[in-house]
């Protein structure tokens, strides 16, 4: 069957900081997140260690009784230490050009390859379904690492919650979640 890495953006939060908590539709999507996952067998739960991406999984990692790995690599990108009124156009020319960098931000390259090195160490582990828990824009670039046509548009049409299923051994990304 190969490998299957559930990728998951968090469910919806009261900010964009390190501690920002789920809202109360976050809280009650988190505990949909355990109905979605009820019939789909995982092994390992790793997180980004932002605070709601943790809350987001915490209800299905209790209800499995699988502990989770926090995860540094999974935190979000920053685009930018600035506040950038144009931060959305900013983010569009980071998707086509991946080396682009602003003020104490990193690159769509840097962010997708420190990414990528959890996937990579997922794909030579000992186990075949691990969920990850991260952010909008990394994931956004985890997938386009997979897809290269992933992009900007297509990160607009993420939602929080989102679930993607990647499967390495034949280079498949897809959509679950509706």
């Not at 009820?38 to 932002?50: L, N």
């Not at 009124?85 to 998707?95: A, I, Y």
Request: charged share 30%; aromatic share 6%; glycine share 6%.
């Amino acid at each position: 069957m190969g490998k299957r890495i559930y990728l998951v953006r968090h469910c919806k939060a009261e900010g964009q900081n390190v501690e920002a908590k789920l809202t109360e539709e976050g809280i009650h999507q988190a505990k949909v997140l355990v109905d979605f996952f009820s019939e789909i067998k995982i092994d390992r739960m790793i997180t980004s260690p932002f605070t709601r991406a943790i809350e987001s999984i915490l209800p299905l990692s209790k209800e499995r009784g699988i502990p989770i790995e926090i995860d540094k690599r999974l935190s979000e990108r920053i685009l930018s230490t600035e506040n950038l009124v144009d931060w959305q156009e900013k983010l569009k020319d980071s998707f086509d050009d991946l080396d682009i960098c602003y003020h104490g931000g990193e690159s769509s390259r840097e962010a997708m390859n420190r990414g990528m090195e959890v996937i990579d160490d997922l794909i030579k582990s000992d186990q075949e379904n691990t969920l990850i828990t991260t952010h909008g824009n990394l994931m956004a670039l985890l997938l386009k690492s997979v897809d290269p046509s992933f992009g900007f548009n297509e990160w607009k049409k993420l939602s929080n919650p989102d679930i993607y299923l990647l499967e390495p051994d034949i280079s498949s990304i897809k959509r679950l979640w509706n």
